[in-house]
C-alpha cells in the first residue's frame, strides 16, 4: 500500500501546533524528529570541536572550522524551532536520553565522543552528511539541508526562515 503523505510540506504553521490543530501524536512525533535533529547536529558540532584538537594536518583545519561554525548553526537553527513550538533545548535533549544510545545515534556519538584524525572525518562525512542525502534521495550535494527541511510539513516562523534562506544562499553544506 502507498504510503499517503497526511501534511504537505510546509503546510503547518507554529501556531497549528501551539493551538492544538494538529492530533497530538503528530505532534509528539514531530517533537522527537526535531529533538533527534537538533541533538544530531550538536553532536556532530562537538565531533568537529574536537577534531580540531585531534588532526595534525594544519591544511585542513579552515575546512574543519567551517564544517564547526555551521553544524553550531544547524543546531541552533533547529533548537530554535523546538523553543518557538514550546520545548526548550535542556528538555529536548532529556528526551533523547534514552535514544541517543540507540544505534541510529552511533554515528554522530561517535564523532562526538571518539573522534580522532582524518579518517574520522571522512568517516563523518560519509556516515553523516551522505547517510542524510540517501534518506531524502537527494543526490545533489547542495541541496541537502534545504531538501531535508522541505520534507518536513512543519513550516519554521519567518524569523527562523529568513535565517535558513540566508544560510542556503550562502551555500549550504549537506547534512
Ligand atoms: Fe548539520
Request: glycine residues 4%; proline residues 5%.
Amino acid at each position: 500500500m502507498p504510503v499517503r503523505r497526511e501534511f504537505p510540506p510546509g503546510a503547518i504553521e507554529t501556531a497549528d501546533v501551539k493551538e492544538g490543530r494538529i492530533e497530538p501524536h503528530y505532534v509528539k512525533i514531530l517533537m522527537r524528529l526535531l529533538s533527534a535533529h537538533a541533538l544530531a547536529e550538536k553532536l556532530t558540532a562537538i565531533g568537529y570541536e574536537h577534531a580540531l584538537t585531534t588532526v595534525a594536518n594544519a591544511e585542513i583545519r579552515p575546512a574543519i572550522q567551517k564544517n564547526l561554525a555551521e553544524e553550531r548553526k544547524h543546531a541552533k537553527l533547529v533548537y530554535h524551532i523546538l523553543e518557538e513550538l514550546g520545548m526548550n533545548e535542556a528538555r529536548a535533549d532529556r528526551s533523547m536520553i534514552t535514544a541517543v544510545k540507540s544505534p541510529s545515534f552511533e554515528a554522530p556519538r561517535h564523532f562526538a565522543e571518539r573522534a580522532e584524525g582524518e579518517i574520522d572525518l571522512v568517516m563523518a562525512s560519509i556516515s553523516l552528511d551522505m547517510t542524510g542525502l540517501l534518506m531524502i534521495g537527494v543526490k545533489r550535494r547542495r541541496s541537502t539541508s534545504c531538501s531535508r527541511r522541505a520534507s518536513c510539513a512543519m513550516r519554521p516562523s519567518s524569523s527562523v526562515r529568513s535565517a535558513l534562506t540566508r544560510h542556503c544562499a550562502n551555500g549550504c553544506r549537506a547534512q
